[in-house]
């Protein structure tokens, strides 16, 4: 009797897992939703799993070493800052991640977290609805057109959002050593280091991957080198931000205020001092979600683990290393 393929969820928060269960059916594989919250029941629950998929677990080298049958790992999204990637490769193990399925998505909720935070939006209406109606309480507010957004990093997400804010009269500059001249110059926006996009920047937007390179990029000494009017906008990574240099900046008025998707800790910690300042808009990690982006994001990353499982290399394969490995 041929062995039944075992697909272990590690943790999801979707109402449905319909789109994993009908390609699993396709390959005979037996599906099995998990909600692991602690490393040792990550261990329990993948041992002899054939395939994972993850969203928000945290699949280290231990759960790795731990796995006896595991072909691949799947995360539903961009980042894969949550999978140990060099040990699974160590251990000829696919990571395959979904890049593509709410690129917009994301790109709009980062206007939108700009042009809220920009015009004091939540803070106005919570004043109204406290019954207090006075816009000098929002003082002081500027134009838009000529200001200067950064945008730290130049891949698809920010290309769209520096296009999306073109037409508001921005000016975009962007950091991003990877990315070549002639890219910059389709979506007119000129190319500066790091110094200069902290320096000379208005709002400052984040678009590159978590890596240790990249963690707490922006701390006390980035903090410093900004204008005192600068707001701060974070749809990537939370870690990307030291939170306590940002507290710190925020309430001694070194940065004129902040709009995030992301924590470092997430759900985020109550006890966070930005949860209780006028100028930080919070949202709960939900750029990336519309209807039409999660179905994408479930269907993709199904039929990716339908083909690594069924003999064929992933669509978005992060690790090429291992196919010399695969049998």
Same mark, same amino acid.
């Given at each position: 009797?041929?062995?039944?393929?075992?697909?272990?969820?590690?943790?999801? #928060?979707?109402?449905?897992?319909?789109?994993?269960?009908? $390609?699993?059916?396709?390959?005979?594989?037996?599906?099995?939703?998990?909600?692991?919250?602690?490393?040792?029941?990550?261990?329990?629950?993948?041992?002899? $799993?054939?395939?994972?998929?993850?969203?928000?677990?945290?699949?280290?080298?231990?759960?790795?070493?731990?796995?006896?049958?595991?072909?691949?790992?799947?995360?539903?999204?961009?980042?894969?800052?949550?999978?140990?990637?060099?040990?699974?490769?160590?251990?000829?193990?696919?990571?395959?991640?979904?890049?593509?399925?709410?690129?917009?998505?994301?790109?709009?909720?980062?206007?939108?977290?700009?042009?809220?935070?920009?015009?004091?939006?939540?803070?106005?209406?919570?004043?109204?609805?406290?019954?207090?109606?006075?816009?000098?309480?929002?003082?002081?507010?500027?134009?838009?057109?000529?200001?200067?957004?950064?945008?730290?990093?130049f891949g698809t997400i920010a290309r769209m959002v520096a296009?999306?804010?073109?037409?508001?009269?921005?000016?975009?500059?962007?950091?991003?050593?990877?990315?070549?001249?002639?890219?910059? $110059?389709? &979506?007119?926006?000129?190319?500066?280091?790091?110094?200069?996009?902290?320096?000379?920047?208005?709002?400052?937007?984040?678009?590159?991957?978590?890596?240790?390179?990249? &963690?707490?990029?922006?701390?006390? #000494?980035?903090?410093?080198?900004?204008?005192?009017?600068?707001?701060?906008?974070?749809?990537?990574?939370?870690?990307?931000?030291?939170?306590?240099?940002?507290?710190?900046?925020?309430?001694?008025?070194?940065?004129?205020?902040?709009?995030?998707?992301?924590?470092?800790?997430?759900?985020?910690?109550?006890?966070?001092?930005?949860?209780?300042?006028?100028?930080?808009?919070?949202?709960?990690?939900?750029?990336?979600?519309?209807?039409?982006?999660?179905?994408?994001?479930?269907?993709?990353?199904?039929?990716?683990?339908?083909?690594?499982?069924?003999?064929?290399?992933?669509?978005?394969?992060?690790?090429?290393?291992?196919?010399?490995?695969?049998?």
């Amino acid at each position: 009797m041929d062995k039944v393929l075992k697909v272990v969820v590690t943790d999801y #928060e979707y109402e449905s897992l319909q789109a994993e269960q009908e $390609a699993m059916d396709k390959i005979g594989a037996c599906l099995i939703p998990c909600q692991c919250r602690s490393e040792e029941e990550l261990m329990e629950k993948t041992a002899d $799993a054939d395939g994972i998929f993850v969203q928000y677990a945290y699949i280290s080298r231990r759960v790795i070493e731990n796995l006896k049958n595991c072909r691949v790992i799947v995360r539903y999204g961009i980042g894969i800052d949550c999978v140990d990637v060099e040990a699974a490769t160590q251990h000829g193990i696919m990571v395959a991640n979904v890049p593509d399925y709410g690129l917009q998505d994301v790109a709009d909720h980062t206007v939108a977290l700009l042009l809220t935070a920009a015009r004091k939006i939540t803070l106005l209406n919570q004043l109204v609805k406290n019954g207090i109606w006075d816009f000098n309480r929002a003082k002081p507010l500027y134009r838009l057109e000529g200001r200067m957004l950064g945008l730290m990093g130049f891949g698809t997400i920010a290309r769209m959002v520096a296009d999306r804010l073109k037409p508001f009269g921005l000016l975009v500059q962007a950091y991003d050593p990877w990315v070549s001249d002639e890219i910059l $110059a389709q &979506h007119g926006v000129r190319r500066v280091d790091f110094d200069t996009l902290l320096s000379a920047s208005d709002m400052i937007s984040l678009h590159i991957p978590l890596m240790n390179s990249t &963690h707490h990029i922006l701390n006390k #000494e980035a903090f410093s080198k900004m204008k005192k009017s600068v707001l701060l906008i974070n749809t990537a990574r939370g870690a990307l931000i030291d939170e306590d240099a940002l507290a710190a900046a925020l309430q001694s008025g070194l940065l004129a205020g902040a709009a995030l998707d992301v924590a470092a800790s997430e759900p985020i910690n109550p006890d966070n001092p930005l949860l209780g300042m006028d100028n930080v808009i919070i949202t709960p990690h939900v750029a990336w979600y519309t209807e039409e982006a999660q179905h994408s994001l479930q269907s993709i990353a199904a039929n990716d683990m339908a083909r690594a499982l069924g003999g064929q290399v992933p669509k978005n394969l992060l690790n090429p290393k291992v196919l010399p490995d695969i049998s």
